[in-house]
């Protein structure tokens, strides 16, 4: 079983950064790709970045690519969202998801386990 727990989240105003972090309970989560999505009101979850386990592979939603950045620390077993140049359409509660296999995927059906979500609010 693997908790995920993100934070970081907050108010910002269009054109700010923040920083997204998703700590794992697992004293390893080796093997694991990693990935974040985001759901806005009234619209489904969306896929937003995934990483693989050597971080050597990471993908992106076209609508953050450019703007945003998935990293990973396994000694630290978190993962990261770098999210700069914000714009109010990436309001939204963020997830962290983990995915038992190290095949990057961008389907949020193929992850296994799910953080409880952060709030990001970009004011314009």
């Known amino acids: 079983q693997v908790q995920l727990v993100e934070s970081g989240g907050g108010l910002v105003q269009a054109g700010g950064a923040l920083r997204l972090s998703c700590a794992a309970s697992?004293?390893?989560?080796?093997?694991?790709?990693m990935g974040w999505f985001r759901q806005a009101p009234g619209k489904e979850r969306e896929f937003v970045a995934v990483i693989t386990w050597s971080g050597g592979r990471t993908y992106y939603a076209d609508s953050v690519k450019g703007r945003f950045t998935i990293s990973r620390d396994n000694a630290k077993n978190t993962v990261y969202l770098q999210m700069n140049s914000l714009k109010p359409e990436d309001t939204a509660v963020y997830y962290c998801?983990?995915?038992?296999?190290?095949?990057?995927?961008?389907?949020?059906?193929?992850?296994?386990?799910w953080g409880q979500g952060t709030q990001v609010t970009v004011s314009s």
């Open positions: 998801a983990a995915r038992y296999l190290d095949v990057p995927r961008m389907t949020e059906g193929e992850y296994d386990y």
């Open positions: 697992r004293r390893t989560f080796s093997n694991y790709a």
